[in-house]
């Protein structure tokens, strides 16, 4: 459609306008035309008031909805921003009521419910899994079990030679890796999965002398001795049975790999508890020493299942300690570093 | 003496009867709650091993179907699952002791053992022949003349003691002494080492600890 202004000059209705709308009909041949005439003057008059109204109305108008913008836009984004910073700190299983953030979009609303849902799927899927490990674990001890059982029954026959008991003897010590295995890789699971809680006031001094307690027919039998002189104390909030694990492993390790007759120190500071024991420079780097099954370069001399001192550190880890390593005048240093959260010793 | 078994693995079940059996004990087995119920109503007994995990209902909730009808009656907890909640629920229940799967035989008995002992303090006194071990006093007299023995060495003979006439194996004394796990050592020299110490302060009884073909020791 087109708007044409024709302005006759020649004649007494020069000072009028004349507007007029045509309209093409059949291929352009013919039109028509619709016109009103006004008055020039007038024509600017109208024109200038009715467009200062309309920039007035169209100011207030855009002044009006940004305000009410920004107001809902406010709301909304505070709506998003809780729910991000929930989703922050939020722990599966437990706080999921927390989520439940109120909003009048519909927007808003489905995409709460949306990662309400995906929390769900989450937690079911996290459920799922632990359920299998623990029967997986169950259903793998259950044969174990009968297995060892029968053959302590087998043991007991008056008619056994020695090369069959030998054989007994060599299914006990598979049985009691696999066990140990089994256990062992079941425990790293539950830390990783964060099944542990960290509420007991842990007594260093008191985890290290009971382990050497526990151990000392280790030590005995291999004619050795643990020092571990009683100045220090240090408590910190952690894991009891975590703990005790970690001090166990190192101890087990310190004693396994030292030479019969020899001493092994474990040293407690502000700041520090360190294993100290003789034995020639490993030969891979600290990094794999903490990772899972990778010490493999000499089998034979390896007795453990290669998962203690990734426990170790996995421990370690959750406690926010520190755990190193270094070889020092013919000496393994293993040391845990007490950094964060600060231990409160205690005088 | 009775004991009852409820336990739903049947081949675990026979080997925990088959063993009980040579050590004395009479032995009736129940596989699930019901029959639990059946054999509980009927007979008396003095001794219960329970497993926790069992068709038609927990051992938790039989602990306490038990310990309600008598506190004082002894009750083993067996279980495959070594989750700490079930520990901690069943001795918070009053069970006597918690055993978890794999463990040896020997070690069961000798746990039996161990809370009957604790139930009647009259037989603190351990004997076999000439030896007598004093669980009260931690001491050990052969012919009246008392022993210096080191803590392993009197647990190692304590639990030879409670196991009299049976070969046991390296691994079982370990996993006795230890209480914990038996990988990472080598067993028989770390058990071999006590043993001939404890051979050595036992002087002429010290032939009774005899070794068994370099893979378990034997009381006899």
Redesign the interface.
Known sequence: MKLKTYQNKRHFWTSFLVLAISIPLFYGCTYLIFSRILNQAQVLKTGVVALLIYVLFALIILLVLNALNRKTVKKGINAIKQSASLLKTYELTKDKDLLNIESDFEELQKLNKNLLTLIERTENAQKLQKEFS?NA??EL??P??????????M??DEQLS?KQ??L??DI??V???L??LN?NL?FLNKIENQQFELADMVHCEEVVNKLIK?????A???YQQVLFPQMHQLTFEGNQ?LFEQLV?NLL?NAI?YSPKGSIINIKLDDEHLTFINEGPEFEFSEALLFSRFSKNSNEKEQ???GL?LAICKKIADLHGFGLSYHHQNGKHHFTVLFKEPNPAEVA | MKILVVEDKLALAQSIISYLNSEGYTCHLATDAYEFEDFFSKHQYQFFILDVMLPFGDGLSLLKHIKTADADAPVMMISAKDAHDDRAKALALGADGFLTKPFHLSTLSTQIREILLQKSPRTALLKYKEIELNNLEKSVKILGVELDLTFTEFALLRFLMLNPNKVISKNAVIENLNAQTALYFNNFEIVAAHLHQLRQKMGTAGKYVQTVYGIGFKLS
Do not use: W
């Open positions: 623990e674990a169950h001890q259950t174990l079990a009968i297995i060892k059982s029968k053959l302590d029954l043991l007991q020695e008991s030998q007994i003897d006990y010590q049985l009691q890796k066990g140990d256990k079941l526990q151990l000392n027919f280790f005995e039998s291999r049975s166990q087990i396994q007795d453990g299942n203690g």
